[in-house]
């Protein structure tokens, strides 16, 4: 006859493999979000050197507006590339609350040997590291590859500066309302990367 705490040592067995199918899961979502970000960036790439190729065209025919309509590009591809990152930090939070450390009180109900020793323990201690200002502001400026997206779109904006100077022209409405877009899309992302950094360095 099955006692009773053998029908709880076979729930708590069948909820580890449970809680170990879904950390397979997350770490391939982990995986094609991190592929995801990595196509956003090759398009970064591919988008600044067409960018970089139409500027012969632009001069000529003083289509200046081009330069500042492309880096509408670049604002979504980062927008995509922080979604991707925000994905895959909510993932690491649900891993670090609610599945390693259920993972390591089923172990410790089963009567491992040493409890000392902590299933994902490194995870744990990169966690759990305190919160300091400094690292935060280090950690938002240090370059990354998010950093190509705001670069290529300040390199268009002073591209289309110096084309407009050397052949004296004069921007319209519509260009200068492109400008002021422009610049208040790179602020909020800025601001919206900084959060992000907050967010992620708090958990």
Do not use: C
Request: aromatic share 10%; no cysteine.
């Amino acid at each position: 006859m099955v006692t009773r705490k053998e029908n709880e040592r076979e729930a708590l067995l069948a909820e580890l493999d449970l809680h170990k199918v879904e950390f397979q899961s997350l770490r391939q979502e982990i995986s094609q979000s991190l592929d995801a970000e990595r196509q956003y960036l090759y398009l970064s790439l591919v988008a600044f050197g067409a960018g970089l190729g139409l500027a012969p065209y632009i001069s000529t025919q003083k289509a200046y507006v081009i330069l500042l309509i492309f880096p509408l590009v670049f604002h979504v591809l980062l927008w995509e590339m922080l979604k991707s990152i925000r994905s895959i930090g909510n993932m690491v939070a649900y891993l670090m609350t609610m599945i390693i450390p259920r993972v390591n009180a089923i172990l410790d109900m089963l009567g491992r040997e040493n409890q000392d020793v902590r299933v994902w323990g490194w995870e744990e201690h990169l966690h759990s590291r305190p919160f300091k200002v400094s690292r935060l502001i280090a950690l938002s400026f240090t370059p990354t590859r998010h950093w190509l997206p705001i670069l290529s779109v300040g390199a268009l904006l002073i591209v289309y500066a110096l084309m407009i100077q050397a052949n004296n022209y004069s921007p319209s409405i519509v260009e200068l309302w492109l400008i002021a877009i422009n610049l208040l899309l790179l602020i909020g992302l800025a601001f919206k990367m900084l959060l992000r950094q907050v967010l992620l360095t708090a958990k």
